[in-house]
């Protein structure tokens, strides 16, 4: 590029393959000199646009100038995904953004966050021009540089429609048949296709009504004041019945005359915004006044902000994002040797210890280890220097379901972890969003609460996976309510997916609970389907047997390819991916789901290979499949719940077996979580290791081992 532009143009379909590519230079500008479908040419002197030749008619275009761009300091492609998102919400008005972006509206200007807000909370200012579908991003602000968007002086600088579309018309004649038909991929992998649509259809309340089992119906039409636990595996339509029941309550005379209020809470950001999608789908486009989706620690800095001063920062934008954080501070703690020094513990824990960072072994230590300060250590209260409450922790009897730290050196290894978190927190200025949940507890539990919940409580609370809250959470969550007493609530979990416990710990005072259970499944064929119910059937909880729903369906079993060396995996990851894709059609979509340390390296073999691999770090990066196309997705286990794909290939890299109760049922629950995410064709990848719950289900007959593997 000889010179620099004053400005670039990009289209919808460009930015999507810049950012899913991450083809951004150096300098910030789009790098699209080596990628096959994204062509730049100079508008004018100052003007350098960024097309495909496949852009439709519907598509907004993006005007961004490069000086306010560079006033940015967070990754680009980020910052190039956000300004692609605001160009597919302005495609179906009205404009509505993720909440953390923190948007702001008057007439035709919307000001949101433009990267992370951990980089001084940088916001655009956008002007959408609706006639020529074009929107502005012509003005970076902050909170030392804020601007009233009613005084803010909108562009009059001039559409460069008319030379774009003759740009995009030379590029559309240029292409070659091949090109214009190679479509056999997904022509656009999008969030609401795997997660808002795979849920509503495009149906509206009124639209599903009909279609729902009874056992749906039951749950959406119970009375406001009956409380409901609404149970099911993947794909039985536990969030839709949710969100349906959601807006009955909404709808209530009772409730609209007498101004109640509805929570909705969620885990994660990505989770509450995919619950915001579902209602304005079924809700024609808008939420009800009374209604409010939150994640669980929003809420709680909404409710309980005094319980942490100003000067300490929360840990994470939620639960989600905290505990990734924490479990990072933990595995840069192994590498002190003071916190193993003088201890014999247990073989595991040396081995876990002496793994590399990134090791499967490592891994599954710091998720134990975190599992066991959260819900075991913080749970009692134990402080550093608390000597009785540490003693009685080292003497407590365990459950098999608890972490597997079972000896008293193995105990004092916790301690010692815990005491180094804490010590580290401290010296940041950082409080964890664990610590933040059970801090607000006790100021939920105080006489200011009790006068405050009259008006700032809630009348209606419904709870989406609660599976994935622990006891702490689930108490805040009860704590919450307007009254103490008989207050009404309504939860969907997945018992298979996490623990199947009460939401409220030692709450008792909910109104009568009715559980209701969907075992009408909608998502699978029927080959996929027996491996499902098999793998359900093996949790040790009672529920009743499933029922596929699917008429017509095929049954191709899952294939499992095994005796695979670890070193061979990615490769033959890559070469299954690739049989998938030259034989999926319309709106087919491909996940592998990787169980064990090999994600990093599969996502390395797929993209020196081109085959455009979308990696996911956390569950709130599935919010980045908002700008993909033709894009396959890698992704640990922990992250891809909530989602539903046509195909997956499973990966299970984990070279041992689980020695104990609760890593078998961790196990076991991510091999459920992974094929679930299927909905036509599965396929499954191990290391030298076959767990036996595979094992068990060739021998049943719902799992194929081929001869001779590929």
């Not at 008619?57 to 492609?77: H, I, T």
């Not at 840069?332 to 090791?359: F, Q, T, Y």
């Not at 767990?691 to 007959?701: F, K, W």
Request: net charge negative; aromatic share 8%; with cysteine.
């Amino acid at each position: 590029m000889s010179k620099d532009p004053k400005y670039i143009v990009a289209s919808e379909v460009a930015l999507d393959a810049l950012v899913s590519t991450r083809s951004i230079d150096e300098s910030g500008l789009p790098a699209a000199n080596g990628l096959p479908r994204v062509k730049s040419q100079w508008l004018d002197d100052g003007t350098l646009a960024f097309c495909t030749g496949s852009e439709h008619e519907s598509e907004y275009f993006a005007l961004v100038g490069v000086n306010q761009l560079r006033m940015l300091k967070g990754p680009l492609d980020l910052v190039y995904s956000r300004i692609a998102r605001l160009l597919k919400a302005a495609r179906t008005p009205p404009v509505h953004l993720p909440r953390s972006w923190a948007e702001f509206h008057l007439d035709n200007l919307v000001s949101f966050f433009a990267e992370s807000d951990r980089h001084e909370a940088k916001r655009w200012v956008a002007e959408i021009d609706g006639t020529c579908k074009f929107i502005r991003f012509l003005k970076i602000t902050d909170s030392r540089n804020q601007i009233d968007l009613n005084e803010y002086a909108k562009s009059d600088l001039a559409s460069p429609r008319a030379a774009l579309e003759s740009f995009i018309t030379e590029l559309r004649q240029a292409q070659s048949e091949d090109e214009k038909s190679q479509e056999r991929f997904v022509s656009e992998f999008d969030l609401s296709k795997v997660g808002e649509a795979a849920v509503t259809a495009g149906q509206t309340y009124e639209g599903w009504l009909p279609r729902l089992s009874n056992e749906q119906l039951r749950a959406v039409e119970l009375a406001p004041s009956e409380s409901v636990r609404i149970v099911g595996p993947a794909g039985s339509g536990k969030t839709l019945t949710l969100c349906m029941r959601a807006l009955n309550i909404s709808r209530t005379p009772t409730v609209v005359s007498g101004r109640k209020k509805i929570l909705i809470v969620a885990h994660s950001w990505a989770m509450a915004e995919r619950i915001d999608q579902i209602m304005l789908t079924l809700n024609s486009g808008t939420i009800p006044d009374s209604i409010t989706v939150l994640p669980l620690f929003s809420v709680i800095q909404l409710h309980a902000n005094s319980s942490v001063g100003t000067s300490f920062e929360v840990l994470g934008d939620d639960s989600r994002e905290g505990s990734r954080l924490v479990m990072e501070i933990l595995d840069h703690l192994l590498n002190e040797d003071d916190i193993a020094h003088g201890l014999d513990l247990s073989p595991w824990i040396r081995d876990a210890i002496s793994d590399k960072m990134g090791g499967t072994r490592r891994s599954e230590l710091i998720f134990d280890l975190y599992e066991e300060i959260t819900s075991v250590i913080a749970a009692q209260n134990i402080f550093p220097g608390d000597n009785d409450k540490i003693a009685s922790y080292f003497s407590m009897e365990r459950e098999d379901y608890l972490p597997p730290f079972v000896s008293r050196q193995d105990r004092i290894f916790c301690i010692r972890a815990f005491e180094s978190l804490i010590s580290r927190l401290v010296d940041r200025g950082l409080v964890t969003t664990d610590q933040l949940i059970l801090d607000s507890i006790r100021v939920f539990e105080t006489f200011g609460w009790n006068v405050r919940r009259q008006t700032e409580g809630y009348d209606y609370i419904l709870v989406d996976e609660l599976q994935l809250f622990g006891p702490q959470e689930r108490l805040a969550i009860s704590l919450l309510a307007r009254v103490r007493v008989g207050f009404a609530w309504a939860a969907a979990e997945d018992p298979s997916q996490g623990v199947f416990s009460s939401l409220y710990g030692r709450e008792k005072n909910s109104a009568p609970l009715d559980s209701i259970y969907l075992n009408d499944v909608h998502r699978f064929n029927a080959g996929l389907f027996n491996f499902v119910q098999f793998v359900y059937g093996k949790f040790p909880f009672n529920v009743p047997a499933l029922n596929i729903s699917r008429k017509n369906s095929s049954v191709d079993l899952p294939v499992l390819e095994s005796r695979v060396a670890i070193e061979d995996i990615p490769r033959m990851v890559r070469l299954r991916a690739k049989n998938l894709i030259e034989n999926m059609v319309n709106e087919e979509r491909l996940a592998i789901v990787v169980i064990g340390g090999s994600s990093d390296r599969i996502f390395e073999e797929l993209s020196v290979n081109q085959m455009n691999p979308v990696l996911l770090h956390s569950f709130d990066d599935i919010e980045a499949l908002s700008y993909q196309k033709r894009a396959i997705v890698v992704s640990p286990w922990q992250f891809i719940g909530g989602t539903q794909f046509s195909h997956v290939i499973l990966v299970i890299s984990e070279e041992s077996s689980p020695n104990n109760a609760f890593a078998r049922l961790r196990e076991l629950t991510a091999i459920y979580l992974g094929a679930s995410r299927a909905s036509e064709r599965l396929a499954i990848i191990c290391g030298h290791r076959i767990p036996q719950i595979l094992d068990d289900a060739s021998c049943e007959g719902v799992l194929t081992i081929p001869s001779s593997p590929s």
